[in-house]
């Protein structure tokens, strides 16, 4: 039994390897952008890579890879199950519709016409949603059908940036304000505003279709919990000031008794039905009831660190502090875990 990790500075890679030197795994640094990445695995029983949704290069075949490692009868981290959906709104709303799960109404359209038709009978305010971007990138509040109609115009013309330099550089001076980035960082905002991220170019211009989904009024917050092979954590993230999005504003509360315990249920029956490794689903409440806005297999790491403690699959509280990534090792050792 031995893991193969792709290493990469600042994902999950830096706590995988720190628990297999603990505790004696065996495991190997490979590198899955080499041509020859099957034939590293071939000493290997499990690949683990944690792929980020802005990675230039990842976005090219980082899932492709997996899948593929997958059923040559190798262990993978995530799997098929946890990141087909990942970074992908679109995928993600035919997945949750289907499972006919509480989830936030949600319109895409891949046709101009049917979607100025849909906007002349609808009522505003929409939340527009780009396909891909975490931390509520790609994602603006729409109040009128004027604006709603030159959203759709620009997505059947021109075509819309992954990445949005003068909206990164607003959120980056945000947080340098709120003493939660550095003033390097803020710099590199500004030069960003210029020269784009080689992501960016290489997953080109969002075009030919519109998503849109309903705005659920009076949160001032939203509830994301994650479940890990059959355990929860949870985290309520607060809005940013003036604003009605929750998701990056690097404001967080960890109270357990924040949480229902209904959500954290529906969660954990969710990954269950989908036989998922690792999935963050994010909640809105529309007169008490949990609707789902989006999932994703990836999360930030520290920000997480502060959770009082986690639920098992039987809704038991375990206190104190853990390490969800020590999880993810696990799932690859065990036998039961595919």
């Known amino acids: 039994m031995k893991i193969a990790i792709h290493h990469t500075k600042g994902t999950f890679s830096v706590r995988w390897i720190a628990y297999c030197e603990k505790n004696g795994i065996p495991y190997k640094i490979v590198d899955c952008y080499k041509t020859d990445i099957i034939q590293q695995l071939e000493d290997c029983t499990a690949l683990m890579w944690h792929f980020h949704h802005a990675g230039a290069r990842s976005v090219l075949f980082a899932k492709q890879l997996m ?3 997958a059923i040559s009868g190798k262990k993978v981290f995530p799997g098929f199950s946890s990141a087909w959906h990942f970074d992908d709104k679109v995928g993600q709303k035919y997945l ?3 499972l006919g799960v509480p989830f936030v109404a949600t319109y895409v359209f891949y046709s101009k016409k049917e979607a100025i038709e849909w906007i002349n009978n609808t009522s505003f305010p929409k939340v527009f949603k780009l396909r891909g971007g975490a931390g509520s990138v790609n994602v603006r509040l729409v109040n009128s059908k004027r604006e709603a109609i030159r959203l759709v115009n620009k ?20 947080k340098y304000r709120n003493g939660k980035t550095s003033f390097i960082d803020l710099c590199k905002g500004v030069a960003r505003i210029f020269y784009k991220p080689a992501f960016d170019k290489i997953a080109g211009r969002e075009r030919g279709y519109i998503y849109f989904q309903d705005f659920i009024e009076n949160n001032d917050s939203d509830i994301r919990i994650i479940v890990i092979d059959g355990k929860a954590f949870a985290v309520k993230r607060v809005v940013r000031k003036n604003d009605f999005r929750a998701s990056g504003s690097g404001v967080a509360l960890y109270d357990k008794n924040l949480f229902d315990l209904g959500s954290v249920k529906l969660a954990m029956n969710i990954s269950s039905r989908l036989n998922a490794q690792c999935v963050a689903y994010d909640f809105v409440y529309k007169n008490g009831r949990p ?24 809704l038991n509280w375990h206190e104190g502090q853990f390490v969800p990534q020590n999880w993810m090792v696990d799932m690859m050792l065990d036998e039961k875990n595919n």
Do not use: H, M, T
């Open 155 to 174: 997505s059947f013309g021109r075509g819309f940036g992954q990445y949005q330099g003068w909206s990164n550089f607003k959120e980056r001076l945000r």
């Open 67 to 69: 899948y593929s490692v």
């Open 96 to 98: 949750l519709e289907a």
């Open 291 to 314: 609707l789902i806005l989006e999932i994703s297999y990836g999360f930030a790491i520290e920000f997480y660190d502060p959770c009082e403690g986690y639920w098992d699959k039987e």
